[in-house]
């Protein structure tokens, strides 16, 4: 790995060939579905224009995204060949973007299939699209009422040619769950009463749940960046995302001392306290106060009080002294901190720590084929 930038605050380094051997790894788990890559929300926080053409060296050739305008950009960083779809669907005021940079709409419910079907009067075209059957999420797509109006109302899509049947799982990274059966079979029937297309069920928990949910394609996001789609088990995906702050200045304290906001922590005995420059307002839960760790050389030092907005600070007592020291680097994600770790000590989910990671951070992309 090359030198960290002695410039630099904070330095979050994303391993574009992890990423690669990611959707690899989840396109052979997929058997012959083909293996899509979701990229909404800046690639869940990684960056997308360095994570999609990434994806796209590795033999990915459909996108998801969630917004027209992640579409749009997204169009502009990919060129003109990949698929790119939008989850969230056209609206009156999204169809023209939508149109206009080629990207194919999930259609949500008859509302929004009357939207595209308007914009391919208007454009006196046939317009892809993907059809979203709600299974049991009720969150988007159309509800069993609408698919089956689509049903025995066929002339509804005149004007669409329907590329994609998609559904979304509820509660895929629990594999017993009964919740997925009762959705698996919810998407054979409602999917049953369309005109047949491809079919789309799994998101990167649903490609470990086996073959009978891959159907034509899947549809991974969180586990191409190294979140475990298996909580229940080892995380098969390699580590994308390491997280590293600089150490600002180490102090000795001793009882009864305190540190930080709220005197949160309380030295019972003679304590070195490392400053390391990052916060909350970088993405680092405030609420890993007192809960999360860092690893300095191979020394785990947990958190010592409060997160602040800008630093945040850990008992290295048990790290040598020579590695203590400020211009030191300590990691917090990653880097011998996994990331589901991080997430669950800050009370939330990897997906929520990765879409936080903060603007200040010094972004490093390794690995990548123009790298
Ligand atoms: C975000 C999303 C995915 C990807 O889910 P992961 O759990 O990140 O793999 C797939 N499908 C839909 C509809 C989504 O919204």
């Not at 797509?141 to 698919?147: A, H, K, Q, R, T």
């Not at 919740?179 to 928990?205: T, V």
């Not at 702050?245 to 001392?257: F, W």
Request: proline fraction near 7%; glycine fraction near 12%; aromatic fraction near 6%.
């Amino acid at each position: 790995m090359p030198p960290l930038p002695d410039s630099a605050s904070a330095v979050l380094t994303v391993d574009l060939a992890a990423l690669a051997g990611n959707w690899r790894l989840l396109a052979a788990r997929s058997g012959s579905a083909e293996c899509a890559a979701v990229v909404k929300s800046d690639a869940y926080g990684i960056g997308v224009t360095q994570a999609a053409p990434a994806l796209a060296a590795a033999g990915c050739g459909t996108f998801f995204i969630a917004t027209a305008e992640e579409g749009a950009e997204l169009r502009g960083i990919l060129g003109p060949v990949p698929n790119i779809l939008a989850f969230n669907g056209p609206m009156e005021g999204t169809a023209a973007d939508l149109l206009a940079h080629s990207i194919v709409p999930v259609l949500n419910d008859l509302g929004q299939i009357g939207v595209w079907t308007g914009a391919a009067r208007s454009a006196g075209l046939r317009l892809a699209a993907a059809l979203h059957v709600d299974t049991g999420m009720n969150r988007l797509g159309l509800p069993p009422e609408e698919v089956a109006v689509l049903g025995s109302e066929p002339e509804r899509l005149d004007g669409i040619e329907v590329v994609l049947v998609m559904s979304h799982l509820a509660c895929a990274e629990q594999p017993d769950n009964p919740k997925n059966e009762d959705q698996l079979l919810s998407f054979l029937r409602l999917k049953g009463a369309l005109a047949a297309a491809p079919a789309s069920l799994a998101n990167s928990s649903g490609i470990f749940l086996g073959a009978q949910t891959h159907f034509e394609m899947v549809r991974p996001g969180a586990a191409l960046y190294g979140v475990n789609p298996t909580p229940l088990k080892a995380n098969p995906m390699a580590e994308v995302v390491h997280l590293q702050g600089k150490i600002l200045q180490v102090r000795q304290i001793d009882s009864p001392q305190s540190v930080g906001y709220g005197a949160a922590f309380l030295a019972d005995s003679p304590r070195r306290i490392a400053t390391v420059a990052l916060g909350y307002a970088d993405g680092y839960f405030r609420s890993l106060g007192g809960r999360g760790a860092g690893m300095l050389g191979g020394t785990r030092v947990p958190l010592a009080g409060r997160v602040s907005m800008d630093l945040l600070t850990l008992d290295v007592t048990d790290a040598p002294p020579e590695q203590a020291k400020p211009g030191s680097w300590i990691s917090l994600i990653g880097g011998g901190i996994p990331l589901d770790e991080v997430a669950s000590a800050a009370g939330t989910i990897g997906y929520e720590i990765l879409t936080a990671l903060g603007p200040r951070y010094r972004r490093v992309y390794t690995g990548g084929h123009t790298a």
